[in-house]
T-cell receptor, first 116, second 111 residues
Framework: GAGVSQSPRYKVAKRGQDVALRCDPISGHVSLFWYQQALGQGPEFLTYFQNEAQLDKSGLPSDRFFAERPEGSVSTLKIQRTQQEDSAVYLC??????????????FGPGTRLTVL | KQEVTQIPAALSVPEGENLVLNCSFTDSAIYNLQWFRQDPGKGLTSLLLIQSSQREQTSGRLNASLDKSSGRSTLYIAASQPGDSATYLCAGGSGTYKYIFGTGTRLKVLA
C-alpha cells in the first residue's frame, strides 16, 4: 500500500554538517507533520503544513531547523550545522483533511539521525 | 506545560489476558486523544481516535475511553495475543492537531 515514506532511513552526520530529510506523504493528504523522537521518549511536534503553507512551526527547536513543502506534497526537513543533541528519529505524518476536526495521522517509518 | 504520564511503563503478560493501559495529563483540557502502537524501528500506527465530542472508541479487541474531567484515558485490550507486543503511546491534543505524547507502555505478550 502507498503509505507515508521517508528517506533516508538512517543518516550519520558529523557535527556541523547540514542534513536533509525527505517525507513522501500519502497522495492527496492535505496535512503534513514533522515530529522528533528522542530515544525512550514519545514524539515531539516540530511543525505542521496545510498543503504548501507552513501554519505552525512552534516546535522547531532552533533556527537551524527548516522545513518546506513547496508543492503541497513532498516535504523536506533540513537541519543546518548539526549538533549531537539533534540525534533522534525524525517522524513524518500525514492526514487526509485540514484541521477543522481532529483526523487520524498516518506515520512514516522515520529517519534515524545520528550526529557524531 | 502539559505533561503526559503512562502507567505502567512496561508490562509482560501471558497470552489471553485482558489488559488496561493508563494515560494521564497534567492539564485536563484535552480536546481529543489518540492511542498509537509503535513497533521497534517503525513509525506509529494509529489505533483509536477519540474526538472532542466523544468519550470512547472501540475497534475489535481495543477500547479506549477519555475522562475529560480528570484528564485520564484508558486503553483496554481484550484477550491479548503475542502480536499485540509493542509500545503503546497515548497522545492528547489541546486543539485539532498538536499532540503531546506520553513516553509509552512497552507491552510484551508471551505465547
Amino acid at each position: 500500500g502507498a503509505g507515508v515514506s521517508q528517506s533516508p532511513r538512517y543518516k550519520v552526520a558529523k557535527r556541523g554538517q547540514d542534513v536533509a530529510l525527505r517525507c513522501d506523504p500519502i497522495s492527496g493528504h492535505v496535512s503534513l507533520f514533522w515530529y522528533q523522537q528522542a530515544l525512550g521518549q514519545g514524539p515531539e511536534f516540530l511543525t505542521y503544513f496545510q498543503n504548501e503553507a507552513q501554519l505552525d512551526k512552534s516546535g522547531l527547536p532552533s533556527d537551524r531547523f527548516f522545513a518546506e513543502r513547496p508543492e503541497g506534497s513532498v516535504s523536506t526537513l533540513k537541519i543546518q550545522r548539526t549538533q549531537q543533541e539533534d540525534s533522534a528519529v525524525y517522524l513524518c505524518a500525514s492526514s487526509l483533511r485540514d484541521l477543522a476536526v481532529a483526523d487520524t495521522q498516518y506515520f512514516g517509518p522515520g529517519t534515524r539521525l545520528t550526529v557524531l | 506545560k502539559q505533561e503526559v504520564t503512562q502507567i505502567p511503563a512496561a508490562l509482560s503478560v501471558p497470552e489471553g489476558e485482558n489488559l488496561v493501559l493508563n494515560c494521564s495529563f497534567t492539564d485536563s483540557a484535552i480536546y481529543n486523544l489518540q492511542w498509537f502502537r509503535q513497533d521497534p524501528g517503525k513509525g506509529l500506527t494509529s489505533l483509536l481516535l477519540i474526538q472532542s465530542s466523544q468519550r470512547e472508541q472501540t475497534s475489535g479487541r481495543l477500547n479506549a475511553s477519555l475522562d475529560k474531567s480528570s484528564g485520564r484515558s484508558t486503553l483496554y485490550i481484550a484477550a491479548s495475543q503475542p502480536g499485540d507486543s509493542a509500545t503503546y503511546l497515548c497522545a492528547g491534543g489541546s486543539g485539532t492537531y498538536k499532540y503531546i505524547f506520553g513516553t509509552g507502555t512497552r507491552l510484551k505478550v508471551l505465547a
